[in-house]
């Protein structure tokens, strides 16, 4: 989905009203491109039925079940999944690289939806197994910082300090390793669960960190956190630490200001104020990084005040498909001056401890992104990429030209339109044959799978992404982000509410923020001015 045409009505209109008025205008325009919440169905049933529309333990549909053919035809509209798989295969050794994004995007990508795209998948090993479970979500369905805080009350409290005393009130429990401050670990010398993440009985209150296995070589460095996903890599866990950091630092703002205030509300206030900041980036780094306009997004929540699209948020099938950007992950990075394979960072955070906060930011922000797309996914993910197939057809997902028609735009016509032409005479070629293997296993364009079409679309002009999936990131994150309850009429929009809520202190910081750049400024030494951020330096738009 192109932005050229919003930021031709913004670049006319810019002058003639103000900039809230103009970013309220692209919102709705962008979130009203298909029906908006509530769906009317979820992967619990292929009926509309009471359960349906109010378990969400599953997880919301944009579109009803599509009901695929049961046998296998000669051109079959769900070709064996060893052969999809290929199509997601970067065949040469050398992945194309994207020309505008960090690695620090995918990260940031990676980091914020772990906190509410949350598959249920069985754990313990053995993993991605049960169909029931690809249908199925742990998600609390809104951008509440779960990977930090915890998705459950239970386990927020053994996450907190407890009994906290002078200088301590408000906090999450961290420690000191090389004078920079880190969750605490997961894992005692033993390599059992710390008794302190476990309740009266010693049962486990935090998640089991997914895909860890007994024995693992990186155990030892695994953090105690909210999520089971943020420990997935260094990447996301640095993420996660620097958010922990600028809740406690919050927290002792607020008791030298508030000092009669009891633990209680303190943490919750540092909270919530935490929440917003990270909703503010969202908008105004990453979505902006995503966006082609020369238009930058706000993150003005009064827009999402009385739109009718306000509505509370319940995560669909397709969403959580959709943000299966493995293609943006490189094979290798440079990292602390060396190369490194992807998969030696897989659950294993020494990198981050031993390189510190700082020059991890910027590491990451050295490298590259590798380009969203099909042929491109590093060789480590291509399991993954066949487990995503797998559950687009266990949820029965509807076809790639029926997600287009739905989200108002035309449908493709031919695997040659798909895939477009380029300037490059190699990389016309490769389109070539990859339309012409899409036809060997599709047969006809109305037949493509969701998933595989997502990324078969080529990058947009100025942007990271391709052209469905930008529009449908584009309707789902401002549709979820802007009607966030801390954000609401009567709490953001209500200045003596508004004041409770954050208070004048929290509100000073949150209008300070723009950035992931300036909370680690805050909270890390030997920064400088050292680059970090999700735009390649060497960025140009076309």
């Known amino acids: 989905m192109s932005l050229s045409f919003e930021s031709l009505v913004a670049g006319a209109l810019t002058a003639v009203v103000g900039q809230d008025e103009i970013n309220a205008l692209l919102i709705n325009s962008l979130v009203e491109k298909a029906r908006t919440r509530p769906h009317p169905w979820s992967t619990r049933y292929p009926y509309i039925c009471w359960t349906g529309l109010t378990d969400r333990t599953y997880d919301a549909r944009l579109l009803p079940a599509y009901p695929y053919p049961e046998v296998d035809a000669p051109k079959t509209r769900r070709p064996p999944i060893q052969d999809v798989v290929q199509l997601f295969e970067e065949p040469t050794g050398q992945q194309r690289e994207c020309p505008k994004s960090t690695c620090l995007f995918p990260a940031f990508a990676q980091y914020l939806t772990d906190g509410f795209i949350r598959t249920r998948v069985s754990n313990p090993a053995p993993f991605h197994t049960f169909d029931d479970d690809r249908r199925r979500t742990t998600s609390n ?38 004078k920079e401050e880190f969750p605490l670990y997961l894992f005692d010398q033993n390599g059992k669960m710390d008794p302190q993440f476990a309740d009266a009985s010693g049962a ?133 001056g060396k190369t490194v394979n992807g998969v030696s960072l897989v659950l294993d955070n020494s990198l981050l401890i031993n390189t510190g906060l700082a020059n991890t930011f910027v590491d990451i922000s050295a490298n590259n992104a590798a380009e969203l797309g099909l042929q491109n996914s590093p060789s480590f993910l291509w399991q993954i990429e066949a487990n995503s197939v797998q559950q687009a057809r266990t949820n029965n997902i509807s076809t790639f030209n029926a997600y287009r028609e739905a989200m108002s735009m035309d449908r493709v016509a031919s695997f040659e339109e798909l895939v477009g032409e380029s300037d490059d005479e190699p990389e016309n070629d490769r389109r070539r044959q990859l339309a012409r293997r899409l036809e060997e296993l599709y047969g006809d364009i109305d037949n493509l799978e969701f998933y595989v079409g997502l990324f078969a679309e080529p990058r947009v002009k100025n942007g990271p992404l391709p052209e469905l999936l930008m529009a449908m990131v584009a309707m789902d994150a401002f549709s979820q982000a802007l009607t966030n309850p801390l954000l609401s009429e009567h709490v953001y929009g209500d200045p003596g509410n508004r004041e409770l809520a954050f208070t004048d202190l929290g509100l000073q910081e949150i209008e300070a923020t723009t950035c992931l750049k300036d909370i680690l400024a805050r909270n890390s030494s030997g920064l400088g001015d050292r680059f970090v951020g999700m735009t390649r330096q060497d960025w140009h738009r076309e």
């Open 204 to 336: 486990a209150v935090l998640d089991w960190p997914l895909g860890l296995k007994e024995g693992a070589p990186g155990k030892a460095t695994i953090f105690a956190v909210g999520g089971d996903r943020a420990n997935a890599n260094p990447q996301v866990a640095m993420i996660n630490t620097l958010f922990l950091r600028e809740h406690n630092r919050l927290a002792g703002l607020l008791e030298k200001r508030f000092g009669a205030w009891d633990d209680e509300r303190i943490f919750q206030t540092a909270r919530n104020v935490v929440i917003v900041m990270f909703i503010k980036i969202v908008v105004e780094e990453y979505i902006n990084h995503i966006n082609t306009s020369l238009f930058k997004f706000i993150a003005n929540p009064q827009v999402a005040w009385h739109a009718k699209w306000n509505r509370p948020n319940w995560m669909t099938a397709e969403f959580g498909l959709l943000y299966r950007w493995h293609s943006l992950i490189p094979e290798n990075f440079v990292l602390d």
């Open 141 to 178: 369905h809104d951008i509440d910082l779960s990977p930090l805080y915890g998705r459950t009350e239970a386990q927020t409290n053994v996450l907190r300090v407890k009994d906290p005393g002078p200088g301590q009130k408000g906090r999450l429990k961290s420690q000191l390793i090389k």
